[in-house]
């Protein structure tokens, strides 16, 4: 039998889920709040109202936005609620943004996709 205390000296007693060493300072933190403000839910108190709206647990929220690593199923959730994206999410690519999202995010200007001239019938 493996023992953990033997060959680490010590007994790993370090939980599954920590937080990344800046925080809620993170760079992904600091993302899903962006996020979440940009979906309609910013400021104050609005992170439980945003679980909601993801049909999360607020503390589950709450944890990855104070730097608790973002697991797949709750990056799946969302994606799939907000409509940004996972090339988004990991790898700040904003390509596969829609362009509202992408406007409030700030990774657009204000006239990104607005054609100029006149209109067809």
């Known amino acids: 039998?493996?023992?953990?205390?033997?060959?680490?000296?010590?007994?790993?007693?370090?939980?599954?889920a920590t937080k990344h060493p800046s925080g809620k300072d993170s760079p992904m933190a600091q993302k899903l709040r962006a996020i979440r403000a940009a979906a309609g839910f910013g400021g104050q108190g609005q992170s439980a109202a945003f679980a909601a709206f993801l049909g999360v647990d607020k503390q589950r929220w709450s944890n990855v936005e104070n730097g608790v690593p973002l697991g797949l199923e709750l990056a799946m959730i969302l994606c799939r609620k907000t409509g940004v994206d996972m090339n988004y999410l990991y790898h700040d690519r904003t390509e596969g943004l829609p362009v509202e999202m992408a406007r409030r995010l700030g990774a657009l200007p204000e006239t990104a996709g607005v054609r100029k001239g006149k209109r067809s019938p």
């Open 1 to 16: 039998m493996f023992d953990g205390e033997k060959f680490f000296g010590q007994a790993n007693s370090r939980p599954m």
